[in-house]
């Protein structure tokens, strides 16, 4: 009798009204006329890769890109595709990312009948000056419209993205931010930091000087003020850029960072499966002529075959993402050794800096490892 594994499933929706001026994920504006071809090529994927029988999916996330963008009928066919080839967990977390102005009562509608039963709205900032410097296209009362409607359809797990380190942003910008969407109640809050990525539009904003980051102190005074703030409230920081109710962190994202496998579909979607790491090509017009040729595996290139070393390494780095940090009967049991002792040198480093701390049950990062994360995960990589 082959035993049950679970397995997440991300979807890759690459189109976008527009592209936002800090963004590099691949995603494309204006080409809504490769969006019917695109889905048909997905779909045919999806079914192509139907061969888990030990496989359970407990979760799906749709993300882009800008899903909503699309007919809410593609979605379901989506959704549907996956239903009928996959062995479907009970109470599957099924996540699709929206932008406010993108969805309409009937939209949401039909998602929460195809199964959809988290939606993460793409909101930065409440404050409209600062979510034009930025490319977003939506207002904050565009916001407050698509979330009320989402409420309105019965989503009862809603998440909300904001951002800190905006250009001109005040600590007082952002705690009105953080103060006026806790007063809408949602499920879970993301917050995450401004990454200033190459070839983006806004590198080019900054090195002309037409826009101002805040300082460092100040972004790391928005962080723990954002954090005080949200704890005081009733969300649990779970993960570095993540708050939630209890209950409510994300099963997605959750399972990834326990290293569990998960299958990408679509356009530049990653995969993690059988201790391999894959991705699909950024061409949209690849992927389909490849897919409409059931030639899958020309779609695709390795990024990773792991080692055991490199996914105990790996382990650590995504365990130390999360707040609780890594469980280290958890890593015992799942690779024989004790990371203290597997990892004594450079967890003797971090421990002296003050950036980690162990105990008898976990390894997990200081507040002074909150704010220098990054050299953490560096002994890691």
């Known amino acids: 009798m082959l035993k049950i594994k679970e397995l997440g499933i991300y979807i ?11 963004c590099d994920f691949i995603s494309y504006a204006n080409k809504e006329d490769s969006i019917a071809e695109y889905v048909e090529a997905l779909k045919k994927e999806i079914k192509q890769e139907a061969n888990k029988q030990e496989y359970e999916i407990t979760t799906i996330y749709i993300g882009g890109g800008t899903p909503s963008i699309l007919d809410a009928k593609y979605i379901k066919e989506i959704i549907d ?19 406010p ?29 600062l979510l034009k410097q930025i490319g977003r296209i939506h207002t904050f009362e565009e916001f407050l419209t698509c979330y009320q409607l989402a409420r309105k359809v019965g989503i009862k797990n809603i998440n909300v993205d904001l951002m800190l380190g905006l250009p001109n942003q005040t600590l007082q910008d952002l705690e009105e931010s953080i103060n006026t969407v806790i007063s809408l109640n949602p499920e879970h809050i993301s917050l995450y930091s401004l990454i200033v990525e190459k070839n983006t539009k806004m590198q080019k904003m900054i090195e002309e000087a037409q826009v101002t980051l805040p ?16 704890k005081q409230n009733g969300y649990l920081h779970y993960e570095i850029s993540n708050f939630a109710k209890r209950g ?17 579909f679509g356009v530049a979607a990653h995969s993690y499966f059988d201790n391999r790491r894959y991705c699909n090509t950024n061409s949209i017009k690849e992927y389909c002529k490849n897919i409409e040729e059931e030639n899958l595996i020309k779609n695709r290139t390795i990024c990773e075959i792991q080692t055991d070393e490199a996914k105990k390494k790996e382990y650590m780095l995504l365990g130390l993402r999360k707040l609780e940090g890594v469980n280290i009967q958890e890593f015992k049991n799942k690779f024989i050794e004790n990371p203290i002792y597997l990892f004594h040198a450079e967890l ?3 421990v002296k800096q003050e950036l980690v701390e162990i105990d008898l049950n976990q390894i997990k990062l200081t507040n002074k490892g909150l704010d220098l994360a990054n050299l953490v995960w560096e002994n890691f990589v």
Request: net charge positive; proline share 2%.
């Open 248 to 264: 409510y962190e994300s099963k997605h994202n959750t399972n990834c960072w326990l290293q569990k496998e998960y299958l990408g």
């Open 348 to 350: 003797e480093k971090l």
């Open 101 to 129: 102005g993108t969805v309409n009562k009937e939209k949401l509608q039909i998602y929460k009948k195809t199964g959809i039963n988290r939606i993460s709205i793409g909101l930065q900032s409440t404050n409209n000056k």
């Open 215 to 230: 300082e460092e102190d100040l972004e790391r005074a928005m962080y723990w003020k954002a954090k005080k703030i949200l």
């Open 12 to 22: 890759h929706i690459p189109f976008c009204k527009q592209k936002c001026y800090y």
């Open 81 to 99: 595709t996956i239903k009928e080839n996959y062995k479907i967990a009970e109470k599957p977390e099924i996540t699709i990312e929206i932008n």
